[in-house]
């Protein structure tokens, strides 16, 4: 391992985890970290939001399971959300993006309108705001409308999702920005506390360029 890596638990077998950190610290105050983990993959492809809530084809996600998807069509990163939202409300969530659209923020509002997400926290990217200057202003005054959580804006470009309800943890990692795009996208959905564990710490680090 170089010098500039640390590896923070070392696998001593295949089921344990290994978290690795850069050790020069970035001027924002994150470090780049690595989790690796040893799970069951699931592989699935999707060409529409439809296709894709209906693919996985089980009652329950499995803990400890990863399902990893390739997808082309009506399919977005929030298409990945709604499968979790269809087996469980959400006492926590985290997602980050580099931009949304109107209606994704408004799906959003009538989550926490109807109880089933308690807290949400966003991280967006540095050009939302002065790029998409009424999202900027809805996301915003539906956060001091429900007491909801933080925003956070900054450098980013990743397209991530983390959280838990009473039934599982989980963490979602796609290409997709949380927009409707005809790309062809990869998704990737893991059912593991320490996936969200993993994203919860560092997100939560962020030093946001709006106050």
């Known amino acids: 391992m170089s010098d500039w890596f640390t590896r923070v638990n070392d696998a001593k077998n295949s089921n344990q985890d290994t978290t690795c950190k850069i050790n020069k610290k970035h001027k924002r105050g994150r470090r780049s970290v690595i989790l690796e983990r040893d799970t069951k993959n699931v592989y699935r ?7 894709l809530l209906d693919l996985i ?40 993006t580099w931009c949304m659209a109107a209606d994704d923020i408004m799906q959003f509002e009538e989550w926490l309108e109807d109880g089933k997400i308690k807290k949400l926290d966003a991280y967006l990217g540095e050009i939302f705001p002065k790029s998409y200057p ?25 397209k991530i999702f983390a ?32 996936m969200y564990e993993f994203y919860n710490e560092y997100y939560s680090g962020i030093k946001s360029f709006e106050k």
């Not at 009424?134 to 980013?156: L, S």
């Not at 920005?177 to 506390?193: F, L, M, Q, S, W």
């Open 134 to 158: 009424y999202e900027w202003q809805k996301i915003n005054e539906i956060f001091e409308k429900y007491k909801c959580g933080k925003i956070a804006v900054f450098r980013n470009h990743s």
């Open 57 to 96: 084809g089980i009652n329950q996600f499995k803990d400890q399971h990863q399902y990893n998807f390739i997808t082309a069509g009506d399919v977005d990163a929030l298409s990945y959300l709604k499968i979790i939202m269809r087996q469980q409300n959400l006492e926590h969530l985290l997602f980050s």
């Open 45 to 51: 492809r999707a060409f529409s939001e439809t296709q």
């Open 163 to 194: 959280g838990y309800g009473d039934k599982f943890y989980f963490g979602i990692q796609t290409s997709a920005n949380i927009n409707t795009n005809p790309r062809t996208e990869n998704g990737c959905i893991t059912i593991d506390k320490k």
